[in-house]
């Protein structure tokens, strides 16, 4: 069954880091680009990054280029999202989005993981 | 940024109705367009891709049409488990944007 389910979400402070992962099963890992797509509470969905299957290039939304860091680890599977320097605005729901074939269309999306900066 | 406006933002309609809704891009996207659906409290689903291309598996009284910047999403026979957020998406330029959405409520 593919799948795609992240971890790491929490109540963090302004200016504080968090990790997210994203573990996928079910398919060729290695083979797929892979993003991650936020949402925050009561609004759409946007973009924030993008790796390549071997990991050697990555894109960033100019609202969190600087900040934050994709990364995979096509051995075990995984996708993170390093955040650091976070903000009030960074708050929303995070989902890891699997990039179909030749399209840059997500056809797989995990289940989200909540992220919530605040005092 | 390529901005994406959908249109309208909410709309209800009967069970049975033909409801289209339009996603319009600040620049040519050729046919780089791809359209999601997102029930309450859960994560998107990928219903349309290149336009017009249905996924497998997704029913087929879901349709897209366009290219350039004009796009259109259409349900032919509204069934009650199609309420949801639906959303646009652009591919031709980094980043990828996404249209606000369309909330579609049965009437």
């Known amino acids: 069954q593919v799948q795609l389910v992240e971890s790491g979400g929490g109540l963090v402070k302004p200016g504080g880091s968090l990790r997210l992962s994203c573990a996928a099963s079910?398919?060729?890992?290695?083979?797929?680009?892979m993003s991650w797509i936020r949402q925050a509470p009561g609004k759409g969905l946007e973009w924030v990054s993008y790796?390549?299957?071997?990991?050697?290039?990555?894109y960033y939304a100019d609202s969190v280029k600087g900040r934050f860091t994709i990364s995979r680890d096509n051995a075990k599977n995984s996708l993170y999202l390093q955040m650091n320097s976070l903000r009030a605005e960074d708050t929303a729901v995070y989902f890891c989005?699997?990039?179909?074939?030749?399209?840059?269309?997500?056809?797989?999306w995990g289940q989200g993981t909540m992220v919530t900066v605040s005092s | 940024d390529i901005q994406m406006t959908q249109s309208p933002s909410s709309l209800s309609a009967s069970v049975g109705d033909r409801v289209t809704i339009t996603c319009q891009a600040s620049?040519?996207?050729?046919?780089?367009l791809n359209w999601y659906q997102q029930k309450a409290g859960k994560a998107p689903k990928l219903l349309i891709y290149d336009a017009s291309n249905l996924k497998t598996g997704v029913p087929s009284r879901f349709s897209g049409s366009g290219s350039g910047t004009d796009f259109t999403f259409t349900i032919s026979s509204l069934q009650p488990e199609d309420i949801a957020t639906y959303y646009c998406q652009q591919y031709e330029n980094l980043p990828y944007t996404f249209g606000q959405g369309t909330k579609l409520e049965i009437k």
């Open positions: 079910g398919f060729t890992f290695s083979g797929y680009y």
């Open positions: 989005a699997r990039d179909q074939l030749g399209t840059h269309a997500f056809d797989i």
């Open positions: 620049q040519d996207i050729s046919n780089y």
């Open positions: 790796i390549s299957s071997s990991g050697s290039t990555m």
